[in-house]
Each structure stands twice: as C-alpha cells, then as structure tokens.
C-alpha cells in the first residue's frame, strides 16, 4: 500500500517561491510512478507535472519554465515553484500509481492529503 504525506504549502506573493515536498511509503521505484495535481476553487482537478519510470518530466503547459519536479532516493517528489501568480494558487496534491505503460496514469490510485498555495497579486 502506498502511503504519500505532503508538505511545503503557503502564502506568497505573487513572483515568489514555494516547495512542495511529498514524502512517499510502500512506493517502489521500478513499478510506481509519481506527480502533482492542483485543484483551484470550482475547478476540477488538473495534472501539473508528473515523473515518468524513465525519469522524463511531463509538465502542463501554463507551469512550464517555472516549475521543476524531481525525486529523491529517499522516495520523496518535490515540486519547486517559481515565479509565481495568483492563478497558481489551488490545493497540490501528490499521486503515485503503478506504471506499466512508463507514465503516471490520469487518475492515479494513491493520493496525498494536500497541500494548499495560496498566491496574492
């Protein structure tokens, strides 16, 4: 069972910096894949970026160039944010599922509790 506990969350004006940290249990490198999903008020949730099993990245293409995911040996995702905009702020979920096609799936099976970014103007 894949257990995933998020953190880094907050308050930051608008062209500041934050990071997500998702720290991950029961995750095996070679069958699981990782990514972070956001979920703005009355708007459904959305893939951000996401690490392939091959080590690729994968970003939406609003987050591209200010944002960068990585992972750590110890099982922990990050997501560093910068330059950021108040239309950033949402709840950042973390999600891991198995991966036999090499990507993250669109709805994973294992989430994060959430981590909420709130960017003022």
């Known amino acids: 069972q894949v257990q995933l506990v998020g953190s880094g969350g907050g308050s930051v004006q608008a062209g500041g910096s934050l990071r997500l940290s998702c720290a991950a249990s029961?995750?095996?490198?070679?069958?699981?894949?990782m990514g972070w999903f956001r979920q703005a008020p009355g708007k459904e949730r959305a893939g951000v970026a996401s690490i392939d099993s091959d080590g690729s990245t994968r970003y939406t293409d609003s987050v591209k160039g200010r944002f960068t995911i990585s992972q750590d040996n110890a099982n922990t995702l990050y997501l560093q944010m910068n330059r950021l905009k108040p239309e950033d702020t949402a709840m950042y979920y973390c999600?891991?599922?198995?991966?036999?096609?090499?990507?993250?799936?669109?709805?994973?099976?294992?989430w994060g509790q959430g981590t909420q970014v709130t960017v003022s103007s």
């Open positions: 029961g995750y095996t490198y070679s069958r699981h894949c």
């Open positions: 999600a891991a599922d198995l991966c036999p096609q090499g990507w993250l799936p669109l709805r994973p099976a294992y």
